[in-house]
């Protein structure tokens, strides 16, 4: 089992800069691939980023390209999100997720999901 906790959400003006951190607990998080997630009021989960055991696998969502940042510190066993130049449209519940793999950054098909932080970027 794998206990994921997010921290860093909060309120930022449109522009600004957020991290958000994801530490893990009950196993080692080099074995695990970690994602991030969100979720806007009445609207599905959406894939935002992800990184394997080393940030030579990430992958993106297009509309975060070049503004997030996704990475890890397996030493720590801690995940982070940079999110920089923030949107209205960024405005969600962020969630960090696990799934047994190392060597990619998937999508989908996470098995372990943390409660999530609020995200609000006002205009």
């Known amino acids: 089992q794998v206990q994921l906790v997010e921290s860093g959400g909060g309120l930022v003006q449109a522009g600004g800069s957020l991290r958000l951190s994801c530490e893990a607990s009950?196993?080692?998080?080099?074995?695990?691939?970690m994602g991030w997630f969100r979720q806007a009021p009445g609207k599905e989960r959406e894939f935002v980023a992800a990184i394997g055991w080393t940030a030579s696998y990430t992958n993106y969502a297009d509309s975060v390209k070049g503004r997030f940042t996704v990475s890890r510190d397996n030493a720590k066993n801690t995940a982070y999100l940079q999110m920089n130049s923030l949107k209205p449209e960024d405005t969600a519940v962020y969630y960090c997720?696990?799934?047994?793999?190392?060597?990619?950054?998937?999508?989908?098909?996470?098995?372990?999901w943390g409660q999530g932080t609020q995200v609000t970027v006002s205009s």
């Open positions: 009950g196993r080692m998080l080099s074995r695990y691939a």
């Open positions: 997720a696990a799934k047994n793999v190392v060597l990619v950054a998937p999508t989908t098909g996470y098995d372990y």
